[in-house]
C-alpha cells in the first residue's frame, strides 16, 4: 500500500490475555519502529528494526513485550498477558534511511479492562 | 543515550501572535534533530529537520527551527499563528550514526484561539 498500514485500528482485551499488532510498513522502508502513546502523553520508544542489524530493544518495558519482523517487511508486537496499564495507542512508522522522515501508521488502539 | 526536553507541556497564544515552542536535547554524540506535528485525530507528519548544514530550517506551514550546539537546543517558532496550528508538537532526535533509535519528547500543546 501508499503508506504504513496496522491492524487491528482498536482492540479491547481482558487483563491477562495476550495481544498481537501488526505494522506493514511502506515497501523498500528498511527501518521499523514502535512506539507506545498514552492518553495524553508524548511518545514513548520500544524497539527499532534497522535491516538485517539486531533490534534496539532498549526501550521494551518488559519482557511480556516482544516484537519481531520478518526481513524489511511485516512486523508483529506481542504483549503477553496484558495489564491496563498496557492500555495505549500503539504506533508502527518506517523510514527509508534512519536519518529520514518517520512515516506514521495511523496506529492501534489497545483498551485492557 | 540521548534524550529530548520539551520544556512547555501546553502554549496557548492568540491568532497571529508569535510562538517558539522550546525543545532541548542531551546527546554525547552529534545528532539528526526533528520536529513532529500530530493535527487533532491523524497522525504524525514530519514538520522540519535538521541533519546538518545551515542551523535555521525552514519547514511547512510557516514554521522554522534553529539548531543551537551550544545550548544544546532545537526550538521550534513561528512569526504568526493560525487557528489551524492547533495541534501537538514532538521534538525528536537520533544520534547522527546509522542505526540508533529517534527518541521523541513528551510533546507540547499548542493551543491558538480568536
Known amino acids: 500500500g501508499a503508506g504504513v498500514s496496522q491492524s487491528p485500528s482498536n482492540k479491547v482485551t481482558e487483563k491477562g490475555k495476550d495481544v498481537e499488532l501488526r505494522c506493514d510498513p511502506i515497501s523498500g522502508h528498511t527501518a521499523l519502529y514502535w512506539y507506545r502513546q498514552r492518553l495524553g502523553q508524548g511518545l514513548e520508544f520500544l524497539i527499532y528494526?534497522?535491516?538485517?542489524?539486531?533490534?534496539?530493544k532498549s526501550g521494551l518495558p518488559s519482557d511480556r513485550f516482544s516484537a519481531e519482523r520478518t526481513g524489511e517487511s511485516v512486523s508483529t508486537l506481542t504483549i503477553q498477558r496484558t495489564q491496563q496499564e498496557d492500555s495505549a495507542v500503539y504506533l508502527c512508522?518506517?523510514?527509508?534511511?534512519?536519518?529520514?522522515?518517520?512515516?506514521f501508521g495511523e496506529g492501534s488502539r489497545l483498551t485492557v479492562l | 543515550a540521548q534524550s529530548v526536553t520539551q520544556l512547555d507541556s501546553q502554549v496557548p497564544v492568540f491568532e497571529e501572535a508569535p510562538v517558539e515552542l522550546r525543545c532541548n536535547y542531551s546527546?554525547?554524540?552529534?545528532?539528526?534533530l526533528f520536529w513532529y506535528v500530530q493535527y487533532p485525530n491523524q497522525g504524525l507528519q514530519l514538520l522540519l529537520k535538521y541533519l546538518s548544514g545551515s542551523t535555521l530550517v525552514k519547514g511547512i506551514n510557516g514554521f522554522e527551527a534553529e539548531f543551537n550546539k551550544s545550548q544544546t537546543s532545537f526550538h521550534l517558532r513561528k512569526p504568526s499563528v493560525h487557528i489551524s496550528d492547533t495541534a501537538e508538537y514532538f521534538c525528536?532526535?537520533?544520534?547522527?550514526?546509522?542505526?540508533?533509535?529517534?527518541?521523541f519528547g513528551k510533546g507540547t500543546t499548542l493551543s491558538v484561539s480568536s
Open positions: 546527546s554525547s554524540v552529534s545528532v539528526y
Open positions: 528494526f534497522q535491516g538485517n542489524s539486531a533490534p534496539d
Open positions: 525528536a532526535v537520533s544520534e547522527s550514526q546509522a542505526g540508533t533509535a529517534l527518541i
Open positions: 512508522a518506517s523510514s527509508l534511511v534512519t536519518t529520514g522522515e518517520l512515516f
